[in-house]
């Protein structure tokens, strides 16, 4: 009897450190993509989230099966094992909006965000028991940050930017500047001008539209050959 309880307790443990390893691996297969997409999110933070909640969800699962034997009436409030689970879940949301990075015309670090809490909802999985699922769910999300990445390229998606030229004298070379743009099918949202005196010195601030995978080598290029140009800067602009 007592060799009984003592095996059934030694698989107990192997079980849950088996769980904990699947949970690290599981969070290494996704950090590692993170990492070498260059994210401050990647291979350490996403083993750890991973083997956290999972540790979570074990406890919360050990807690609930610790008072089970509890009656109603009694005093020892009984435990709803998904509580934990929620808070973990919920509390990600910290780590998420610390990988997000907003500028000024974009948001970066959404994917990043998302990798996090999906990494903890297979962590909490495995916790659970739930080894298949959690395996099929990191197959299917390697799949999309690896192979999406590459889908991306197929469909370049808008961008705004700010080009600002600078000219010594006022030539009006804006009608040049307005050919060069449209040979490429980049779209002049607005036009600021600013002119200093007594020096005639013009600059041009364009809000330009256009496609992402365009040849701005070349595009600066033609830009520059334009007469008294001065300056040229080319920033990324907000979305409207």
Known sequence: MVMQMWNLQLW?????????????????AIGFERETHGQ?????????VCVGSCLLMM?????????????VESSVVRLDPARIASYAIASMGFLGAGAIITGKGSVRGLTTAASLW?????????????????VFSVTISLVILYGFRRIKGVFPRDEHTILTLKYDKMDRP?????????DYQIAIQFINYRVEFPSEAITYRLRLLSKE???????VKRISASQGLKEIAWEEGEVP
């Open 40 to 48: 401050a999110a990647g291979l350490r933070t996403n083993i750890l």
């Open 174 to 182: 804006l009608e040049q500047i307005k050919t060069i743009l449209n």
């Open 213 to 219: 995978d365009l040849p701005w080598g070349q595009i």
């Open 118 to 134: 999906i990494v903890t909802g297979m962590g909490l999985a495995v916790g659970a028991g739930y080894m298949l699922p959690a």
């Open 59 to 71: 406890l919360s699962l050990h807690m609930e099966q610790l008072y089970r034997h509890l009656e």
């Open 12 to 28: 107990d443990l192997q079980m849950m450190l088996g769980k904990l390893a699947l949970a690290a691996v599981i969070g290494a």
